[in-house]
Antibody, heavy 118, light 107 residues
Framework: QVQLQESGPGLVKPSETLSLGCTVS????????WNWFRQPAGTGLEWIGR???????FYNPSLKSRVTMSVDTSKNQLSLNLSSVTAADTAVYYC????????????WGQGTLVTVSS | DIQMTQSPSSLSASLGDRVTITCRAS??????LNWYQQKPGTAPKSLIY???SLQSGVPSRFSGSRSGTDFTLTISSLQPEDFATYYC?????????FGQGTKLEIK
C-alpha cells in the first residue's frame, strides 16, 4: 500500500519561499498524477495543483504565479515551492495521489503544518 | 471556478440515525463528484467517487447519489466512528474545488 510523507520547515518568514517535499513509499511515482492541497486551520480544503510523473503540471490559477511543482522519479519524491508567502499561506499542506480508477484522491500524506510568521 | 455548496454546515445526530448531507454544484459536473471524511488532525479519507461508487474498504452504510447538480451522501446507520467532517469535491474540471464541509456531531 502506497504511503506518502510530507516534509519541510514548519516556520517560514513572510516574503520568503515555502519549500515542501513528499516522499512516496510502497509504490512507484510513475504513471500517476500527484496533487498538493492545503487547509488553513478550521477551514476547508484548497487544491494547489497537480503534477504527472512525466513532470507536466497543472496549477490552480489563484496560486499559479507563485507555485512550482517538481518530481524526482529516481527518489520517488515530489516537491512544492510557494514563493512570496504571507500569513494567508499558513496552513496544513498535504500531498495526495490520484486514484488509478478515477479522478479522485485515494492516498494522502498525513500533512505538515506550515506557519508564515516573522 | 465551480462552486460547491454543502448543506448543512453542521449536523447533530444519534447513533443508529440515518443521515443525509447534500452538495450542490454551481454548474453541471456530470457525475464527477467525490466525498471525503476527515477526522481532527488527520488527512481526508476517500469514501465515494464518481457520485455513487464506494471506495474499497469503506462500509456499505455509506452511499452516494446524484440528481442533476445536486449530490447526496447518506449514512444509513450512524456508528461512533462516523462522527467527523465530510467534504464533497468536484473532479469535472480544474481547479478542483471542495465544499465547505459538514461537521457531523453526536447529539
Amino acid at each position: 500500500q502506497v504511503q506518502l510523507q510530507e516534509s519541510g520547515p514548519g516556520l517560514v518568514k513572510p516574503s520568503e519561499t515555502l519549500s515542501l517535499g513528499c516522499t512516496v513509499s510502497g509504490g512507484s511515482i510513475s504513471n500517476y498524477y500527484w496533487n498538493w492541497f492545503r487547509q488553513p486551520a478550521g477551514t476547508g480544503l484548497e487544491w494547489i495543483g497537480r503534477i504527472y510523473s512525466s513532470g507536466s503540471t497543472f496549477y490552480n490559477p489563484s496560486l499559479k504565479s507563485r507555485v512550482t511543482m517538481s518530481v524526482d522519479t529516481s527518489k520517488n519524491q515530489l516537491s512544492l515551492n510557494l514563493s512570496s508567502v504571507t500569513a494567508a499561506d499558513t496552513a496544513v499542506y498535504y500531498c495526495a495521489r490520484d486514484a488509478s480508477i478515477g479522478d479522485y484522491f485515494d492516498s494522502w500524506g498525513q500533512g505538515t503544518l506550515v506557519t508564515v510568521s516573522s | 471556478d465551480i462552486q460547491m455548496t454543502q448543506s448543512p454546515s453542521s449536523l447533530s445526530a444519534s447513533l443508529g440515525d440515518r443521515v443525509t448531507i447534500t452538495c450542490r454544484a454551481s454548474q453541471s459536473i456530470n457525475s464527477y463528484l467525490n466525498w471525503y471524511q476527515q477526522k481532527p488532525g488527520t488527512a481526508p479519507k476517500s469514501l465515494i467517487y464518481t457520485s455513487s461508487s464506494l471506495q474499497s474498504g469503506v462500509p456499505s452504510r455509506f452511499s452516494g447519489s446524484r440528481s442533476g447538480t445536486d449530490f447526496t451522501l447518506t449514512i444509513s446507520s450512524l456508528q461512533p466512528e462516523d462522527f467527523a467532517t465530510y467534504y464533497c469535491q468536484q473532479s469535472y474540471t480544474t481547479p478542483y474545488t471542495f465544499g465547505q464541509g459538514t461537521k457531523l456531531e453526536i447529539k
